[in-house]
């Protein structure tokens, strides 16, 4: 009896350690951004797109970034319908009718990133992930969505299947490479495991992944970028820079022009923000 005891009370405290053991290991298992974000491999892979459960009515995202801004790339507050100074001095610049003021304006234009949130097929268990893209791939996911003979791409039942092929630029001779996508024939369930099904309601909502810069945030990175090229803020790069049939280059700094468009910059930038 006695034996029966201590061998009880043994298997309690083991499954007590390994219970304890199992906690820390969630709590320090940190969840990235790279956890999150998903992007296609050289080759074919297969997605499905399921509902953003933020906006039901619409499972694609659009966040703004201004990339590769004096080193790093920041979310626009336009992604949450609030002003960025960036924007408003790249319009001042667009209208002094300088070709190198034209040019600069372009660099501090945000750029359109679009997210939706996925099941990769073979990858299941790892849970909902967002899939980023830039112009072509929307135009042309979005040309599917509004075609009533494939229906409702995310429909948990009746939804498709897409194919994502991607062709890295050494494959294809080129500056890019190139994203391909094909609505599978099919029509099938998202999944029969009620433990996926379950992974599908618990998402993050995107934009919040991001770090959010106010106005006075992105003025003042402006301002330090204006000086030195660079922005005084030390957190990493928000998302990598999209590479998909464009190519980005560092925008170059205003004190990178010639003087007298440097001059003009300076005072444009102190007539808008100062006066």
């Not at 979310?75 to 190198?100: C, I, Y």
């Not at 004190?255 to 300076?266: G, H, I, M, P, Y």
Request: include cysteine; proline fraction near 7%; charged fraction near 30%.
């Amino acid at each position: 009896l006695h034996r029966v005891d201590r061998r009880q009370r043994q298997m309690c405290i083991r499954d007590s350690l390994n219970a304890i053991r199992n906690r820390l290991d969630s709590l320090q298992t940190k969840t990235t951004k790279t956890d999150n974000l998903w992007k296609p491999k050289p080759g074919k892979q297969q997605v499905r797109i399921v509902p953003y459960v933020h906006n039901p009515s619409n499972p694609f995202i659009e966040l703004f970034f201004h990339y590769n801004f004096g080193g790093k790339n920041i979310l626009s507050p336009q992604t949450h319908g609030e002003a960025d100074p960036l924007v408003e001095f790249a319009d001042q610049l667009k209208s002094t009718g300088d070709r190198n003021d034209w040019n600069l304006s372009k660099q501090l234009t945000p750029k359109m990133r679009t997210y939706v949130p996925v099941i990769v097929r073979g990858e299941e268990s790892e849970g909902i992930k967002f899939w980023g893209f830039g112009k072509t791939v929307y135009q042309e996911l979005l040309a599917f969505f509004a075609d009533p003979d494939y229906g409702d791409l995310t429909d948990p039942t009746n939804g498709r299947d897409i194919t994502v092929e991607f062709k890295t630029a050494k494959e294809l001779g080129k500056n890019y490479p190139e994203t391909y996508i094909r609505v599978k024939p099919n029509q099938t369930p998202i999944t029969e495991d009620k433990n996926v099904l379950e992974t599908v309601k618990d998402q993050i909502e995107l934009p919040g992944m991001f770090k959010k810069y106010t106005y006075d945030d992105m003025k003042g990175l402006l301002e330090t970028w204006m000086e030195t090229g660079q922005v005084g803020d030390d957190s990493k790069e928000e998302e990598s820079t999209p590479t998909q049939n464009t190519t980005q280059s560092a925008p170059a700094p205003a004190v990178a022009t010639s003087n007298s468009t440097t001059t003009d910059v300076k005072d444009a930038f102190e007539d808008l923000f100062n006066n």
